[in-house]
């Protein structure tokens, strides 16, 4: 009936409309009816109503669904391990410096224990 109508929309536009990944859309399809869904030229549409039944399964916190997570939550991780980079470096700077001062202590140590032998 949908398919002689020519009414629905693939899982991409209706993803696109709704602001979600299209792989929500295929999790939310592969529960739908035949009157919610149909296959026409190799491709799966959503009909109206099939579309109202996806809005009405999506979560309040449409963030958690966002096709940018995936990319806002790879920055923040690039973000982390840039700052643990430097964090490390900075660790290291600081460690070649406490050698520095302890090999000077050693000397002074060393100068005071046998303050002829330099």
Excluded: C
């Excluded at 660790?91 to 002829?116: C, G, H, T, Y």
């Amino acid at each position: 009936m949908y398919e002689a109508a020519g009414i629905g929309k693939t899982m991409l536009e209706v993803s696109k409309e709704l602001g979600v990944s299209k792989d929500v859309v295929k999790y939310h399809q592969r529960k739908m009816n035949s009157n919610e869904t149909f296959k026409a030229g190799g491709k799966i549409y959503i009909t109206p109503a099939g579309e109202e039944k996806i809005k009405n399964g999506l979560r309040k916190d449409k963030e958690f669904y966002s096709v940018t997570f995936e990319s806002k939550l790879i920055s923040q991780i690039d973000k982390l391990n840039s700052n643990q980079w430097h964090h490390e470096w900075k660790l290291e700077d600081l460690a070649k410096k406490i050698d520095s001062i302890d090999k000077k202590l050693d000397q002074v140590l060393k100068a005071l224990r046998d303050p002829w032998s330099s």
